[in-house]
């Protein structure tokens, strides 16, 4: 799977839209790009994933490049609560590896 | 539904003791996944096992077994503990074997 680059961390006022970047120049063409969430203590939770198509649910946003080369996690009103450790993991869910590969992700802090 | 369940929350073992640490879901998946996360560090995969009857190594299986119950279950057993095994488990869950993963709440282990 693709090595994935993040900042190791990023501050946003409450209420306001947290943009979560996410490099991925190496991606392969049946890599997906996936986004989980770790609150502290607490198991991660999957968030969103997407191939090239932007994605939207109830939780998140997600923008990929026409690229395909990088990607921004939108929370469009980030709450206290959104405060955790961010991961972005590109995985071939058609391949032989069956890992999730979780790196060091972004500190995510929202601010009262 | 209560998603992924794992007991117990919180475990301290004396080096060379044994423990079997548990893992169910109710969501129907075939496949069942135990991680370990040390600080500062990603997960990294112990064992999984794809469908019920089934299990494989992770990258990380030295010193550890598991047992796939049934579908719903899916233990993971420390035979003689060691300190080096002091970690956060987390247990997860998927449909398919490279489905989006739902991760447990976590175990937290330490052997003194």
């Known amino acids: 799977d693709a090595k994935t680059t993040q900042p190791p961390s990023m501050d946003c006022a409450e209420g306001r839209a947290a943009n979560l970047p996410c490099n991925h120049s190496t991606i392969s063409g049946n890599e997906y790009v996936y986004w989980y969430r770790q609150i502290h203590s607490q198991g991660p939770q999957y968030i969103i994933h997407g191939l090239k198509n932007n994605e939207t649910n109830e939780m998140a946003s997600l923008i990929i490049t026409e690229d395909r080369k990088s990607s921004t996690l939108i929370l469009p009103h980030a709450t206290l609560r959104d405060t955790a450790v961010y991961y972005c993991?590109?995985?071939?869910?058609?391949?032989?590896?069956?890992?999730?590969?979780f790196g060091k992700g972004t500190l995510l802090t929202v601010n009262p | 539904n209560a998603g992924v369940t794992q007991t117990p929350k919180f475990q301290v073992l004396k080096t060379g003791q044994s423990m079997t640490l548990q893992c169910a879901q109710d969501m129907n998946h075939n496949s069942m996944y135990w991680y370990r996360q040390d600080p500062g560090m990603g997960l990294r995969l112990i064992y999984y096992s794809a469908s019920e009857g089934t299990t494989d190594k992770g990258e990380v299986p030295n010193g550890y077994n598991v047992s796939r119950l049934n579908k719903r279950e899916f233990s993971l057993r420390l035979e003689s503990a060691a300190p080096s095994q002091t970690s956060v488990y987390f247990c997860?869950?998927?449909?398919?074997?490279?489905?989006?993963?739902?991760f447990g709440p976590g175990t937290r282990l330490t052997v003194l």
């Open positions: 997860a869950s998927t449909l398919g074997l490279r489905d989006t993963q739902y």
């Open positions: 993991i590109a995985f071939n869910s058609g391949g032989s590896n069956y890992k999730l590969t």
